[in-house]
């Protein structure tokens, strides 16, 4: 059972708009949320997070947003550069284990 | 400058023989972790461990096993490998404070023949 979903396997956005990519969770007892990006042959790394107490965590150009009556949180990347063209993946956290998504891949065209 | 490392970075193998992948951090991190990247599943929790000593099963662990004697290495096992576990896998380590982010490795590509 695929507690963090991300149902959006893919992701194109021209460069300087806005990229907004989503997940969903089924678990109310995850008390902190993550997002990392991931380019080809490397591994994953860290790219903001938010705690269950807020709605809302801004890091630059990137904010997470959460929604916890819905269960449901998104990344958001303004502007895109094509620099940002990778693989996120959400994952959400309780007890210093995380439950990871699936993975949205995200291409930010020129 | 603290880091975590992952070796080899490419591996063949045929099936039964037995495998280790080695996960070495520098960053005194407590907190240890295997994961497999396959598509359509994302990254997938095999084993970690939260000290020396201590090892957890996580969602994907039939098949492997790891074992903690220092803080800065957990190797990853396959005891029979099979064509099923042909993968990229991915260690990563966090402090084990609060909610903490995990550092993860370059990955280790492995290919069951």
């Known amino acids: 059972d695929q507690q963090v979903k991300q149902n959006s396997p893919s992701l194109s956005v021209q460069e300087g708009r806005i990229s907004i990519l989503n997940c969903d969770y089924t678990?109310?007892?995850?008390?902190?949320f993550l997002w990392y990006k991931k380019y080809p042959a490397e591994g994953p790394t860290f790219l903001i997070s938010?705690?269950?107490?807020?709605d809302k965590n801004e890091d630059g150009r990137f904010t997470v947003f959460l929604n916890k009556s819905a269960k449901h949180l998104s990344l958001h990347i303004v502007p895109s550069q094509p620099g940002d063209s990778a693989v996120y993946f959400c994952?959400?956290?309780?007890?210093?284990?995380?439950?990871f998504g699936t993975g949205t891949k995200l291409q930010v065209i020129p | 400058d603290a880091e975590i490392t992952q070796s080899p970075r490419h591996k063949i193998t045929e099936t039964g023989r037995q495998v280790t992948l080695a996960c070495h951090q520098t960053w005194n991190h407590n907190n240890m972790f295997w994961y497999r990247q396959d598509l359509g599943h994302g990254l997938r929790l095999i084993h970690y461990?939260?000290?020396?000593?201590?090892?957890n099963k996580g969602e994907v662990s039939d098949g492997y096993s790891v074992s903690r004697s220092n803080t800065e290495d957990l190797p990853l096992t396959l005891e029979s490998a099979a064509s099923s576990q042909t993968s990229v896998y991915f260690c990563?380590?966090?402090?084990?404070?609060?909610?903490?982010?995990?550092?993860f490795g370059p990955g280790t590509r492995l290919t069951v023949l």
């Open positions: 994952a959400a956290g309780g007890y210093q284990k995380v439950t």
């Open positions: 990563a380590s966090s402090p084990g404070v609060g909610t903490d982010t995990q550092y």
């Open positions: 938010i705690s269950s107490i807020k």
């Open positions: 678990n109310s007892m995850f008390d902190y």
């Open positions: 461990s939260y000290g020396v000593q201590d090892t």
